[in-house]
């Protein structure tokens, strides 16, 4: 009865939602032989807009892609990829991916002299939050040896984030010029410093034969409106993966419409395993104490203790690593990718299953799950 009372409030909410464009009936997705079967309106609808993107008559999507079936379509050897936020979790494991692939590697740190266990391709130092470091780095990325040899860049992996926490509401008169210059802050970690970054590099990436841009961007990209516990925590966070993902996707759209031959894709994975919410690594918009805890904000400290328990228990990063790797060698990779595990029990209830059970209508149409490691 419970779960008859929230699919009637989800209907309810979708077709308010949409009503402008068109009535629907939520269904539930079901899984069948690798892919998920859609109900007919919605799969009608998708598979005309991949077809005109692809032109490949693609029927079914989304659909997933079992990394130990992948067929490469396109090698990567030989090629320069320039990763952010390159020293550990995420964008390390990228790193590392493809450096396997035979792809020359220049990533980028804060501080890469701090590292304590430096990865095997050179760091170069950025802090995507100012424009003069931002700068400094596009003139110290064209001096490099490796860069020289290749007069371009091929890759470029948007990664460098943190995670941005506290309360919306409510916040006192005394916190709201704290709030709002950490909120800023957050902000140009998570969507206008990418902006920057993107911008002085398109020049150096060609414009004809092969160039990708992958975003890391996030789950959470998707929870919005109640979708996930604790949702106010992490609005700032949700916020800025958000319109990091929508300037990407309106971004490939430019591109294409200028003729050009760059394709960009969006990551979005679920928890991660890594320390991205240890303290002090995290953006705070409400004051903390020494362990990145609150002494006058108990659900605030709920919040943190099961975000930290959530990505403890996440998925290893070399997932990551391979889904991005794998966009990176399809012809025509896909625009927006849910990275999640079905070996996962927790990751798979978080990342697919915003998928199945059609949170969002706008979850349906542009995300494809990727079935990692099965």
């Known amino acids: 009865m419970k779960q008859d009372s929230q699919n009637k409030r989800e209907e309810e909410a979708l077709k308010s939602w949409d009503g402008t464009r068109r009535e629907f009936i939520k269904k539930p997705l079901a899984l069948a032989a690798g892919s998920i079967v859609m109900p007919s309106w919605l799969g009608s609808l998708v598979a005309k807009a991949k077809a005109d993107r692809r032109g490949d008559g693609l029927t079914l999507a989304p659909r997933y892609y079992p990394l130990n079936h992948f067929n490469p379509e396109i090698g990567l050897t030989g090629k320069l990829a320039v990763i952010t936020g390159a020293s550990r979790g995420n964008g390390r494991a990228i790193g590392e991916a493809l450096t396997a692939l035979g792809v020359d590697v220049i990533g980028t740190s804060r501080d890469p002299s701090s590292v304590p266990n430096p990865p095997a391709y050179p760091l170069l130092s950025l802090d995507i939050t100012d424009p003069g470091s931002v700068f400094a780095f596009v003139a110290a990325l064209q001096a490099h040896p490796l860069f020289q040899q290749h007069g371009r860049v091929d890759i470029l992996v948007n990664n460098a984030g943190r995670f941005v926490l506290g309360q919306i509401v409510p916040l006192p008169p005394t916190d709201f010029s704290f709030y709002l210059a950490q909120r800023d802050l957050g902000i140009r970690t998570l969507y206008s410093g990418h902006v920057m970054v993107t911008n002085v590099m398109l020049p150096l990436m060609p414009q004809q034969g092969y160039a990708r841009i992958i975003f890391t961007v996030s789950i959470a990209s998707y929870v919005t409106g109640g979708t996930f516990p604790f949702e106010s925590f992490f609005d700032t966070y949700t916020s800025g993966k958000f319109a990091l993902r929508v300037y990407a996707n309106n971004l490939d759209a430019v591109l294409r419409a200028g003729g050009s031959n760059i394709r960009i894709s969006t990551l979005n994975p679920y928890a991660m395993n890594t320390a991205l919410a240890q303290h002090p690594r995290p953006i705070y918009t409400q ?58 029990p927790f990751a798979t209830q978080g990342g697919n299953a915003l998928m199945k059970q059609q949170l969002l209508a706008e979850n349906q149409i542009s995300a494809v799950p990727f079935e990692c490691g099965g």
């Open 287 to 344: 004051p903390v104490n020494g362990s990145g805890l609150s002494d006058t904000d108990p659900t605030f400290n709920q919040a943190v203790t099961a975000l930290r328990e959530a990505l403890a228990n996440g998925l290893p990063p070399s997932m990551v690593g391979e889904g991005c790797s794998q966009l990176l060698r399809m012809t025509a990779p896909e625009q927006n990718v849910v990275i999640a595990s079905p070996r996962e």
